[in-house]
């Protein structure tokens, strides 16, 4: 199975800072992968996939990037509302495979 | 819009089968080419996917869970399947049933678009 490393595996931020997370995988999963955000008690987000086609509804602030192995989510000024846990996930080849997620707090 | 809804028992006694079950509204599960998945989530950890079925009813399964699940459309065309045999407490975890990304036609792919809220099983005699 593909690994998906994500790094940080946690942040803590201020509102206002730009946030990045960065998910590498074992081997080039192309373009297949995608960025979700889970908040407490709630089934995950998906945010961006493709690795840059943000979802319908998902605000600008959000950014995807890269392609292969290395791939990037930035959030450019983080709102209270983005505090979260964050997964990749690549569905390239089976089975489905999602990253450790990275927990953003507030700093 | 696609909704889907988890329903099962919430315990499940070591070495006996999990069932639920996933009722998508808005949607037929034969109707355009989709895949439908299950994943589960134990409590403070990652996500896993446990399997698919497509449109066309066939399936792809974990290979670490591959011989324990089956995963199946029911006979009403808007509900699909999980089963888990012989559990014990490391399948504790809360199960979601998801629908993959895509227009339904041209493009589609696995990666959840659309989840349910996700159901609690808790495995424990």
């Known amino acids: 199975a593909i690994q998906m490393t994500q790094s940080p595996s946690s942040l803590s931020a201020s509102v206002g800072d730009r946030v990045t997370i960065t998910c590498r995988a074992s081997q080039d999963v192309r373009s297949d992968f995608g960025w979700y955000q889970q908040k407490p008690g709630k089934a995950p987000k998906l945010l961006i996939y493709g690795p840059s086609t943000l979802q319908s509804g998902v605000p600008s602030r959000f950014s995807g990037s890269g392609s292969g192995t290395d791939f990037t989510l930035t959030i450019s000024s983080l709102q209270p509302e983005d505090f979260a846990i964050y997964y990749c996930?690549?569905?390239?080849?089976?089975?489905?495979?999602f990253g450790g997620g990275t927990k953003v707090e507030i700093k | 819009q696609v909704q889907l809804q988890e329903s099962g028992p919430g315990l499940v006694r070591p070495s006996q089968t999990l069932s639920l079950t996933c009722t998508v509204s808005g949607g037929s599960i034969n109707s355009g080419r989709f895949y439908w998945s299950w994943l589960r989530q134990p409590a403070g950890k990652g996500l896993e996917w446990i399997g698919r079925v497509f449109s066309d009813g066939s399936t792809v399964y974990s290979p670490t869970l591959k011989s324990r699940v089956t995963i199946s459309v029911g006979s009403s065309q808007n509900q699909f399947s999980l089963k888990l045999t012989s559990v014990t407490a490391a399948d504790t975890a809360v199960y979601y049933c998801?629908?993959?990304w895509g227009d339904g036609s041209v493009s589609s792919g696995s990666a959840p678009l659309y989840w349910g809220q996700g159901t609690l099983v808790t495995v424990s005699s």
């Open positions: 996930l690549q569905d390239y080849t089976y089975p489905l495979t």
């Open positions: 998801a629908r993959g």
